[in-house]
């Protein structure tokens, strides 16, 4: 009878927890998502808290442990260490300006990525408590820079690789295997924010400010523009690469029609030539005259030029020496033209016709 009792009050126990966490028998009470300002501040914490508590070790291959420091006498926090100096980037991003924090520890000698482009990487994630979750070492994966692609990566991906450059790619080994020389490599510490936030996938807790350590190998311009098709993103680009559709050259490009991302998003990030609410890079039209980029930079039938392209590139272009039996040089890049009609196809600084409101066509 005592064993009755007791498991008839362990059933109420049970259904007055459940109850508690219903409204009714249809609705479950959705815990709100925190505040991005308030959880900023304690993963900026954080942060500041990881990189002055442990230090780091890098091989010659740039392969990264960080670790507690035990020993301060002979261990050199992140924070304080001089041969990767600690540096930092401001992020808007949610109504917050982030200061990320990261370690470049070769900048790599070749092309930066904007942050829509696509990149070829090697890289390891872990928690700040040492928790691998994540690794590519070994392996290259090609990932998405753009975050509104069907398979992004996280935002602060593409706020710390334009920081570096890819590498050289060697001729492939006789199993085929591709190498790269003289690759950015880094670490980048993100707050959760610019991370998985709330939706943290298994083995990540919400919340969590991450660590990265990474090697960019190689990356894919993207040419950005799209339509919308039966409900599907169809990307067409314009025949400008996003990466030069950056008007104020500060090596990132950022949509203001994005509002929940980018509530007050300031004027010196946006690149919008005609002002019309659509950035370049995703603009068909990016001077707003009435005629598409794509038709102003195609090569009229006369044109004096050489190259296979039927467009004029935005700079001229060497000739493929890897490929000797066909001519991919082109002389002439994006023509800008003066008052009197003339076109102008080299001055450095010119208006090209594509960004210049008063000229209408190239025809």
Known sequence: MNKFKYYFVLLLAVVAVVSCNKKDDDEVVVTPVRDYAEQYKADNDSIEKYLKTNFITVTPN?????????????QTSIWDQTTYPLEHRDVYSRDVTYRVYYLTLRKGVGESPCNFDSVSVSYTGTLFDGTQ??????????LDLDIYSAQPTIDGWGEIMPKFGVGIENPAG?????????????????PSGLAYYASSPSGIPAYSPLTFSFKLFALKRSDSEYIVSGGSKVVLGDGVPTYLEDINGDGYLYDQRDTVRFPN???ELID?????????????????DGYTTRFEITKPADALVTGISLYYPYDPIPDNPATPNVDESETWGIPAFSATGNPDYTSPGRLRIHVDKDHHSAK
Do not use: E, Q
Not at 272 to 277: A, I, P, Q
């Open 272 to 288: 919008d030539t005609d002002g019309d609410g659509t950035p370049d890079f995703y603009d068909f039209d990016d001077d707003g």
């Open 133 to 142: 979750f994540d690794s590519s070492y070994g392996l290259v994966r090609n």
């Open 265 to 267: 998003l300031p004027k």
């Open 62 to 74: 740039f392969d990264v442990t960080i670790s507690k420091i035990t020993d301060p006498t002979t």
């Open 174 to 190: 006789a199993d085929g295997t591709i190498t790269y020389d003289n690759y950015g490599a880094g670490v980048m510490f993100l």
